[in-house]
């Protein structure tokens, strides 16, 4: 009965390498976000779907995809990982678009780029 | 744009109160949340209080909001070994399609 899923917890992949990280929430909700995490404990938001549409990209590198195949799926694509990608990623969800609503998060997936 | 700041950290001894504070600089912050992250773990989230409230209680925390000078505290009573962790401060406006802007973090460390 988890809420926001995330999969793989952990994932160590190489430079250059190209990885997806899946999650799902079975709140219903209709806002999903993706954190990330640095080494210093800083959580800042990357992107935000509504209705399986963007709505919030921050300045991440083009080589960040999300994908949202339907509202209780956000995943997130990585082209040519580099060192600096490592980090914890974050999945949320909330029920509404303005966010206003509290966002609820998945247990995260630390990435390490080797 | 929006900053949230809070001290990185503290330590308290067990049974004794915590308190962790908060700044703000958006005033047109909605809603304001505290959450939770203990050692490799995900966000929990512990409470949140709604802007035109001064205060809130639950169990053992409390969260007073002094929207006037825009800071947020959260006092936990009776601190247990069990509250080690780092509490994040987070808020969110209602100024459009806005993501929650999170503080750097407090760890908090409770000593037996």
Request: glycine share 6%.
């Given at each position: 009965?988890?809420?926001?899923?995330?999969?793989?917890?952990?994932?160590?992949?190489?430079?250059?390498?190209?990885?997806?990280?899946?999650?799902?929430?079975?709140?219903?909700?209709?806002?999903?976000?993706?954190?990330?995490?640095?080494?210093?404990?800083?959580?800042?938001?990357?992107?935000?779907?509504n209705?399986?549409?963007?709505?919030?990209?921050?300045?991440?590198?083009?080589?960040?995809?999300?994908?949202?195949?339907?509202?209780?799926?956000?995943?997130?694509?990585?082209?040519?990982?580099?060192l600096?990608?490592?980090?914890?990623?974050?999945?949320?969800?909330?029920?509404?678009?303005?966010?206003?609503?509290?966002?609820?998060?998945?247990?995260?997936?630390?990435?390490?780029?080797l | 744009?929006?900053?949230?700041?809070?001290?990185?950290?503290?330590?308290?001894?067990?049974?004794?109160?915590?308190?962790?504070?908060?700044?703000?600089?958006?005033?047109?912050?909605?809603?304001?949340?505290?959450?939770?992250?203990?050692?490799?773990?995900?966000?929990?989230?512990?409470?949140?209080?709604?802007?035109?409230?001064?205060?809130?209680q639950?169990?053992?925390?409390?969260?007073?909001?002094?929207?006037?000078?825009?800071?947020?505290s959260?006092?936990?009573?009776?601190?247990?070994?069990?509250?080690?962790?780092?509490?994040?401060?987070?808020?969110?406006?209602?100024?459009?399609?806005?993501?929650?802007?999170?503080?750097?973090?407090?760890?908090?460390?409770?000593?037996?």
């Amino acid at each position: 009965d988890t809420a926001v899923s995330q999969t793989p917890k952990y994932l160590v992949t190489q430079m250059g390498n190209d990885k997806s990280i899946k999650c799902e929430q079975n709140l219903g909700h209709d806002t999903m976000y993706w954190y990330k995490q640095d080494s210093k404990k800083f959580l800042k938001i990357m992107f935000s779907y509504n209705n399986k549409e963007l709505i919030i990209n921050e300045t991440v590198p083009n080589r960040f995809s999300p994908k949202s195949p339907d509202k209780a799926h956000l995943n997130l694509h990585i082209n040519s990982l580099e060192l600096g990608d490592s980090a914890v990623y974050f999945c949320a969800s909330s029920s509404q678009a303005g966010g206003t609503d509290t966002q609820y998060f998945g247990p995260g997936t630390r990435l390490t780029v080797l | 744009g929006e900053d949230v700041e809070q001290s990185l950290f503290l330590s308290v001894r067990e049974g004794d109160s915590s308190v962790i504070n908060c700044t703000y600089t958006d005033s047109s912050s909605t809603y304001l949340y505290w959450y939770k992250q203990e050692p490799g773990a995900g966000l929990q989230l512990l409470t949140y209080i709604f802007s035109n409230m001064d205060m809130k209680q639950d169990q053992r925390l409390t969260v007073l909001l002094n929207k006037k000078d825009k800071h947020l505290s959260l006092r936990i009573a009776d601190t247990q070994t069990g509250d080690s962790a780092i509490y994040f401060c987070a808020e969110i406006s209602n100024s459009g399609n806005t993501p929650l802007v999170f503080g750097k973090g407090t760890r908090l460390s409770v000593i037996a």
